[in-house]
């Protein structure tokens, strides 16, 4: 492995100009965790920092060697959060003008948080990606000093110094999680760790919905997403950064996509060891430690992962809320065919057995028949849902299982019991599920988009603290017109789902 790259920075970290501001975070021991994954697992504490993330120290380390001409006229820098919070930071020790700009999605913690720091604040775009092109042009028309996130050397650097301080507070470490946006903590941390020490893994992990380096990795360069999930707003990053991915490709050692569900989880991991609550990209890595346990069946090893940042907006609570137990496998949904007659319904919940009951619709269905949308408490993950569906056969019923399934945890366990007439749609109903960038008004700009042109036969919309407004639309469409409808959707720019087929949809609405 050719590690010219990493020994170039050795040096820069070790150089690095972080602790007028950051403070040397604690790694700590995770009992509860550790416990149950069956290893040693630790928490580096990047959310106890002034800022209440590891941003601070890259931002600080670029701010403070810049010359007195790159700073004239004050800094700019874009981002959805940290990163703004550790440049208005850092401009306000060093008295130094500082505007932010940041997606329109950005939580209102973080936008509060960096007003507070003194900074000038300018909203544009629904994602990074938009608010970085703007950031960049303010910067060249007012001659502003760019502060990139994580692709400039300095950044990185700072950002190292987290990897420096592992090795100075921990013996026998075996991997360090990391997670994953542009690259630039993981590149800093990954070059000081395998120049150190080889044998230790540094694996990256990322959202599955923003994986930005696993693409880039498996087709050996950087990549653009098409899209990229926004629950995860830390690190909804469409490209993997040109210095960090230099640095990355010598040594990683591997990458870990995660799911919402399991970032969900993991927060509640987080509070249940520290009583503190962290935003999602700061479980990220804590999510993708406890998913390469179990993957890899590791035992007795030491694992640290990075908690890299706690500024959490409380609306996106619910949402984590809902989540938790489908991410830590201890909830199963599913739905399941009962005969329509007198006791039928009862000698289903009997044949259930004592199980903790989280979620139970049921509706008449066909004059013979009836359909129940269910969800109920398992304590053994997989082991127990395969037993349960195992048990339900034998005594007669054909459970389908919906644990995975998008449309019924987001929008069917709220709607079972409607059903179209069919008289009333003689073309036919198409589904689709479709979400776009929450925000202010977000609701009324996606109907204008859509307009006008095809009769609506169902809607659910539902925001519960994500980053993404969701949509169930149905549309009266004949089959022959479909194709010119799903040309349209593609022209609004919104990500969206056929689920006309859809077991959820098919059960419980069609």
Not at 260 to 283: H, Y
Not at 323 to 333: A, F
Not at 406 to 431: C, D, F, N, Q, T
Not at 479 to 493: A, F, P, V
């Amino acid at each position: 492995m050719n590690f010219k790259n990493s020994k170039s920075y050795i040096k820069k970290i070790k150089d690095s100009n972080v602790y007028d501001v950051a403070d040397i975070s604690p790694l700590e021991k995770a009992p509860i965790l550790s416990n149950s994954l069956k290893n040693r697992v630790y928490l580096k504490r990047e959310d106890l920092q002034p800022v209440y993330s590891f941003k601070l120290r890259g931002a600080y380390n670029k701010i403070s060697r810049l010359k007195e001409k790159e700073i004239s006229k004050g800094v700019i820098a874009a981002s959805a959060g940290n990163h703004a919070q550790g440049v208005a930071y850092a401009a306000k020790k060093l008295r130094i003008k500082s505007i932010i700009v940041m997606p329109t999605t950005t939580p209102q913690i973080k936008i509060n948080s960096v007003r507070r720091l003194g900074a000038k604040i300018a909203l544009r775009g629904d994602s990074f990606d938009e608010a970085y092109s703007y950031a960049q042009k303010l910067a060249r028309k007012e001659k502003l000093t760019f502060i990139h996130p994580y692709d400039d050397s300095l950044v990185i650097a700072g950002q190292g110094t987290i990897g420096k301080e592992i090795l100075e507070s921990a013996d026998n470490i075996d991997s360090v999680f990391v997670p994953v946006g542009g690259g630039g903590l993981l590149a800093g941390i990954g070059a000081y760790i395998k120049e150190s020490n080889p044998n230790i893994k540094v694996i990256g992990v990322e959202p599955e919905d923003a994986a930005c380096l696993k693409a880039a990795l498996e087709a050996n360069r950087r990549v653009v997403l098409d899209e990229v999930g926004l629950f995860v707003d830390g690190v909804a990053v469409k490209q993997v950064g040109k210095i960090p991915f230099s640095i990355i490709r010598e040594w990683v050692d591997d990458v870990v996509t995660v799911s919402v569900d399991e970032i969900c989880a993991s927060v509640k991991d987080i509070f249940e060891e520290t009583r503190s609550l962290v935003e999602p990209a700061g479980a990220l890595s804590l999510a993708g430690l406890k998913k390469y346990v179990h993957s890899r069946g590791l035992k007795n090893k030491d694992l640290i992962a990075i908690n890299s940042g706690a500024n959490i907006n409380l609306d996106r609570l619910s949402h984590i809320v809902e989540r938790v137990q489908l991410g830590e496998k201890s909830e199963v949904l599913f739905s399941v065919k009962i005969p329509e007659q007198r006791g039928s319904f009862r000698k289903f919940c009997l044949d259930l057995g004592k199980r903790m009951i989280t979620e139970f619709n049921y509706r008449v269905d066909k004059a013979d028949e009836a359909h129940i949308f269910v969800a109920c408490k398992i304590s053994k993950g997989i082991k127990e849902k395969t037993s349960l569906f195992k048990n339900l056969r034998k005594k007669g019923y054909s459970p389908i299982d919906l644990s995975e399934n998008e449309l019924a945890k987001i929008h069917i366990k709220h709607m079972v019991g409607g059903r179209a007439p069919k008289e009333k749609i003689k073309k036919g109903e198409s589904i689709f599920r479709v979400e776009f960038p929450e925000r202010p008004g977000a609701l009324m700009d996606f109907l204008t988009t859509l307009g006008d042109r095809w009769n609506i036969t169902l809607f659910h919309y539902r925001n519960q603290g994500s980053a993404q407004g969701r949509v169930l639309i149905g549309f009266q469409v004949s089959d022959e017109d479909k194709n010119n409808l799903t040309h349209y959707l593609q022209k609004t720019g919104f990500p969206f789902w056929d689920e006309s087929s859809n077991k959820a949809y098919t059960t419980f609405l069609e």
